[in-house]
């Protein structure tokens, strides 16, 4: 999937349209189901035993009193946070992955550096350099990854 969305150009309208569709009937499953709890935990109206058993009947009559849209439009920002959570979530896995990935190369580049400092006197110079550029700019990345991870700036 990962290769349609750096090549979006190539991928036909119906694939496109196919992940859209996807991508907007989950959104609406979530706002459908979020809506759908908050209407059914809520008493109906005249059923004063489920009044009774809430913690404030006051609260209770006066949810018993609003619409169908209030609720759609308090769904509707649960489902906006729960969405910004999903994204944080894959944001947060991604970075993790980058930081796993990025520190094996600068494990890798690490040990060629010591491999090539064993050898002292018969050392190819420019690999050398090349592996130690290529392992710090890692670890840097690396850090900033594992940063991003772990939810700092």
């Known amino acids: 999937m990962l290769h349609y969305v750096l090549h ?7 694939d496109q349209l ?13 706002f459908f189901g979020l809506w759908w709890r908050k209407r059914a935990s809520r008493p109906q109206q005249g059923d004063f035993a489920a009044l009774v058993q809430q913690g404030n009947v006051a609260e209770a009559l006066e949810a018993q009193a609003q619409s169908p849209l209030a609720d759609a439009a308090d769904a509707w920002q649960e489902t906006r946070h729960t969405m910004e959570n999903v994204k944080t979530g894959v944001e947060r896995f991604l970075a993790l992955i980058w930081s796993l990935l990025s520190g094996l190369l600068c494990l890798i580049s690490v040990s060629a ?13 420019s690999l050398l350099a090349f ?10 990345f690396t850090r900033v990854q594992w940063r991003d991870f772990r939810g700092r700036k």
């Open 8 to 14: 979006a150009g190539s991928v036909p309208w119906q």
């Open 18 to 30: 196919l992940y859209a569709g996807l991508i907007v009937a989950v959104i609406a499953a979530v």
């Open 113 to 125: 550096v010591i491999g090539f400092a064993w050898d002292f006197p018969v050392v190819d110079w």
């Open 131 to 140: 592996y130690t550029v290529l392992g710090g700019v890692t670890g840097w």
